[in-house]
C-alpha cells in the first residue's frame, strides 16, 4: 500500500515519539541514510493534538534519526484527535489512551485504530509489524 497520498509534511521537532531509541546500530545505519537520502520508506504515524504537534505511534527510530540527520520535515499520517483517543502526560513524556485505557503494546493500537475506522492507520501499523519481522 502506497501511504504517500495522504501523508502530510511535518517537523520531527513537533513529534514526540512514544518510546525512546532502543537499538543504537539500528539509529545509526537510519542516520547515515538519512544523511544520504533523506527520509526514505513509510511515513510516521501520528495522533494530532489538535495545534500541529503529534505523538508518533510508529517509527521511534525513524524519528530520532530524523532530527540527528537534521530533516526539516517528516511525512506522517495524522490521526485527528478526538474524545476516545487522548494524548497524557507520562513520567517518560506523553501516552496514548483510548476509551481511559492506555495504549502501550502496538495490538491494543491496532484494535483502538480499527474500531475507530481508521483503515490507513491500521495498515500502516501492520506495514510497521511486517517490516520488522524482515529484520
Keep these: 500500500m502506497d501511504f504517500s497520498d495522504n501523508a502530510v509534511d511535518l517537523s520531527p521537532r513537533r513529534i514526540t515519539p512514544l518510546h525512546e531509541v532502543r537499538d543504537a546500530a539500528k539509529l545509526a545505519a537510519l ?4 544523511r544520504a537520502d533523506g527520509w526514505v520508506g513509510r511515513p510516521l504515524l501520528v495522533v494530532d493534538y ?7 505511534l510508529t517509527g521511534s527510530h525513524r524519528h ?3 532530527l540527528v540527520a537534521q530533516l526539516t520535515a517528516v511525512p506522517v499520517i495524522l490521526i485527528p484527535p478526538c ?20 495504549l502501550h503494546e502496538d495490538e491494543a493500537r491496532i484494535a483502538a485504530l480499527r474500531e475507530l475506522g481508521y483503515a490507513e492507520g491500521v495498515a500502516l501499523m501492520e506495514a510497521e509489524f511486517a517490516a520488522r519481522a524482515d529484520e
Design 31 to 34: 542516520v547515515e541514510s538519512m
Design 50 to 56: 489538535g495545534d500541529g504537534d503529534g505523538v508518533a
Design 64 to 66: 530520532a534519526a530524523a
Design 83 to 102: 474524545e476516545r483517543l487522548t494524548i497524557e502526560p507520562s513520567l517518560h513524556g506523553l501516552d496514548v489512551y483510548f476509551d481511559g485505557q492506555r
